[in-house]
């Protein structure tokens, strides 16, 4: 039987346009969150979505990358990982709005007390950048058997 043990919620930006904040190369963290499987049973597991909402001035195709890791510094552990390259189209001056949602899994973490982290990023020598507008959540829930 399915026990539920945690869940949690980092929610950085509840509303649109409440930041601005230009992606770039370097992974920025966007949200972190602790759970605690400490008294796991087997088959644990952590599911989480997010949401992250970029926008744009110019029309030109960015591959966006998301990535959530499992820990924190040298030692932490990739999770999930995607990259999507679709147009932000707007006619210059006219900012266009992309609402991006994520949903994923962590299979048989190890039972102790998670820390995780989602980052997002574009790939080096893109002349255009995208914008961090918000909303951004990012929220997970532990269960194990």
Known sequence: M??????????NISY??????PLSSTPTLFATLGLNLSAAGPNRRVQFTGTIAVSSLAQVLVPINIEIYRGTGPNRVLVY?????????????????RIITLTG?????????LIYQAFISIPGGVPIA??????????????SD
């Open 2 to 11: 399915t026990r539920f043990l945690d869940a949690q919620i980092s929610q």
């Open 16 to 21: 649109s346009d409440a930041i601005s904040i």
């Open 81 to 97: 990982s995607a990259s999507e390259t679709s147009q932000v189209s707007g006619t210059l001056g006219v900012a266009s709005r």
């Open 105 to 113: 899994a962590d299979f048989n973490p190890p039972p102790a007390f």
């Open 130 to 143: 995208p914008t961090r507008t918000g909303p951004e959540s990012f929220n997970a829930q532990a269960y």
